[in-house]
């Protein structure tokens, strides 16, 4: 009898081991692409780097480029955080907004300002280039850095400003 509880009780914590990495298996296989799932809840059209500058030009939408790793405990932090704000969701649709995680990340050093810490959200124009729209709160070191939504919230409807011409959020 011993010998079956103490098997039993071996088995229990194996299974209690697994269990974590059994659910995030099935949890990851939504049609989200990989590390997105922490930005959205569904509200969010993301695209890849490669695709957004396209999109842009064409249907004439300032990108909002979120840059992050799926290992970093910050970005999704602050991804969970995004994907639970409702002026986010509301701002999210005059953008394109490009998914750029882990290897994705543009080689080109001008999406790299302070330097490539992570999560970093940068504003663009409809070409790629930077817009000068950074967080006022932030880290002088990482002005790209939104620990708080409604920072990044600001800079949403300051880009929609400066790049699309919005005056007033009413406009939307």
Not at 157 to 163: D, F, G
Request: with cysteine.
């Amino acid at each position: 009898m011993r010998r079956f509880i103490a098997a039993l009780t071996i088995t229990l914590m194996i299974a209690l081991c697994l269990l974590p990495a059994i659910i995030a298996a099935t949890s990851s296989s939504s049609s989200a692409p990989p590390g997105v799932s922490e930005w959205n809840r569904g509200f969010v059209d993301w695209v890849t780097w490669s695709q957004a500058i396209p999109i842009a030009k064409r249907e004439r939408k300032p990108i909002m480029m979120v840059v992050h790793k799926t290992w970093c405990a910050a970005c999704r932090a602050v991804g969970q955080a995004f994907a639970t704000s409702p002026e986010a969701e509301l701002l999210s649709k005059y953008f394109v907004m490009a998914n750029v995680e882990d290897d994705d990340e543009p080689s080109d050093k001008k999406y790299a300002i302070q330097g490539q810490y992570n999560p970093r959200v940068l504003f663009l124009y409809p070409d790629g280039e930077v817009a000068d729209i950074v967080n006022e709160k932030g880290d002088p070191a990482h002005l790209h850095f939104y620990p708080e939504i409604s920072d990044l919230v600001k800079s949403m409807i300051q880009a929609l400003r400066l790049i699309a011409g919005v005056e007033e959020i009413g406009e939307l």
